[in-house]
């Protein structure tokens, strides 16, 4: 599986963002998806995941109420819509899968196998 985050940018306190990630190889429907990450300096942390089955979300409690993932199995795309962007939401993020998780696993970076680049969101105060 190949992955590949875009959409990254700067952008004002307040304002929003529309993250993608493409997706190639593995059969997508399979792959649960998820959101990580990483600010300078500190540890990567879990943003959010769509489960492969049903896809149902979840998000960290820092995101809950302004970040939203869908999914599009046909185009093999998922989607982090950012909204009411916070300096502290300053970070690279990541895409990343991992092959029919359940659900108490997707927020464990060390279940996904497979990592987008990253992309770099930059939130002014």
């Known amino acids: 599986v190949q992955l590949q985050a875009f959409g990254g940018g700067l952008v004002p306190a307040g304002g929003y963002l529309r993250l993608s990630c493409a997706a190639s190889?593995?059969?997508?429907?399979?792959?649960?998806m998820g959101w990580f990450r990483q600010a300078p300096a500190k540890e990567r942390e879990f943003v959010g995941a769509i489960r492969w089955i049903g896809g149902y979300p979840y998000y960290a409690d820092s995101v809950k109420g302004r970040f939203t993932i869908s999914r599009d199995n046909a185009k093999k795309m998922v989607y982090l819509q950012m909204n009411s962007l916070k300096p502290e939401d300053t970070a690279v993020y990541y895409c990343?899968?991992?092959?029919?998780?359940?659900?108490?696993?997707?927020?464990?970076?060390?279940?996904?196998?497979?990592w987008g680049q990253g992309t770099l969101v930059t939130v002014s105060s």
């Open positions: 190889g593995r059969t997508f429907s399979d792959l649960s």
């Open positions: 990343a899968a991992v092959y029919r998780a359940i659900a108490s696993t997707l927020s464990d970076s060390s279940k996904y196998g497979y």
